[in-house]
């Protein structure tokens, strides 16, 4: 089964595009423009049932920043485990930015943390 994911065209002109409704929860997928012809989208999962649409996102070459502060504790890990086990089978890469946020980029991609960011892999 296909993941769509929103276009990155439509989130770069500052729109966000809910997904569709698989748990009752609102989902947004937006890019940042500015960060390669691939874009950086941002979710905000309401359930652990979104997780398998940022691994698609990333095997589609996006890199995906998610905040996982809208789920409860075990949801929350649980979902973060998963996404990140999808990470090590497409050989994706992982940086915790802060306490519930994460980057997840497509090997190949320059994840720079020197800058004192607070970036960790």
């Given at each position: 089964m296909a993941l769509s994911l929103p276009s990155l065209n439509s989130a770069a002109?500052?729109?966000a595009t809910p997904a569709p409704a698989a748990c009752g929860s609102s989902l947004l997928a937006s890019s940042l423009?500015?960060?390669g012809h691939e874009g950086i989208l941002v979710f905000s999962p309401r359930c652990f049932s979104?997780?398998?649409?940022?691994?698609e996102a990333v095997r589609q070459r996006h890199t995906v920043l998610l905040n996982s502060s809208w789920l409860e504790d075990s949801p929350g890990q649980r979902m973060i485990d998963y996404v990140c086990g999808g990470?090590?089978?497409?050989?994706g890469q992982i940086h915790r930015i802060a306490e519930e946020i994460f980057l997840f980029?497509?090997?190949?991609?320059?994840?720079d943390g020197s800058a004192g960011y607070g970036l960790t892999a």
């Open positions: 002109a500052g729109a423009p500015g960060f979104e997780a398998a649409r940022v691994i990470m090590t089978a497409i050989g980029a497509p090997a190949g991609v320059r994840v």
